[in-house]
């Protein structure tokens, strides 16, 4: 077995890892989601819960096939087209997983520090 054959081949673990990790995950999700939901007094954080961990299962997913492509482009396949495709991989990748935290959160990354304060969404004080 060859060098690229060993690396191809963990390459292929690593991404149906990052696939696993997502569908697990999402599974998961709704598993922990539907008894909740059932519930009239905890259905609302039911969705809330569910969104948040679905979007942390495909967030973690993602890192993880991130993974691959850079073992692969750097140790298999090491051309300027191949850089080239990751670097586009990544960005679109970076960006799904920005919208994804914002779309959890409610707010943008550099504004978390106001849900820590307690100034929540809107930068207005808490009532006192």
């Given at each position: 077995?060859?060098?690229?054959?060993?690396?191809?081949?963990?390459?292929?673990?690593?991404?149906?890892?990052?696939?696993?990790?997502?569908?697990?995950?999402?599974?998961?999700?709704?598993?922990?989601?539907?008894?909740?939901?059932?519930?009239?007094?905890?259905?609302?954080?039911?969705?809330?819960?569910?969104?948040?961990?679905?979007?942390?299962?495909?967030?973690?997913?993602?890192?993880?096939?991130?993974?691959?492509?850079?073992?692969?482009?750097?140790?298999?396949?090491?051309?300027?087209?191949?850089?080239?495709?990751?670097?586009?991989?990544v960005l679109i990748r970076i960006l799904l997983s920005?919208?994804?935290?914002?779309?959890?959160?409610?707010?943008?990354?550099?504004?978390?520090?106001?849900?820590?304060?307690?100034?929540?969404?809107?930068?207005?004080?808490?009532?006192?």
């Open positions: 077995m060859t060098f690229e054959q060993v690396i191809s081949a963990v390459v292929l673990v690593v991404e149906a890892v990052g696939a696993g990790i997502m569908v697990l995950g999402g599974a998961a999700a709704f598993i922990v989601a539907v008894p909740r939901a059932l519930r009239p007094d905890s259905r609302a954080a039911a969705y809330q819960g569910l969104r948040r961990n679905l979007g942390q299962a495909i967030l973690l997913g993602l890192e993880v096939l991130i993974v691959a492509d850079i073992i692969r482009t750097i140790l298999v396949t090491s051309t300027v087209e191949s850089v080239l495709i990751l670097g586009a991989i920005f919208s994804l935290e914002v779309e959890m959160d409610g707010v943008w990354p550099w504004a978390r520090w106001r849900l820590a304060s307690g100034l929540g969404r809107s930068g207005a004080q808490p009532p006192e």
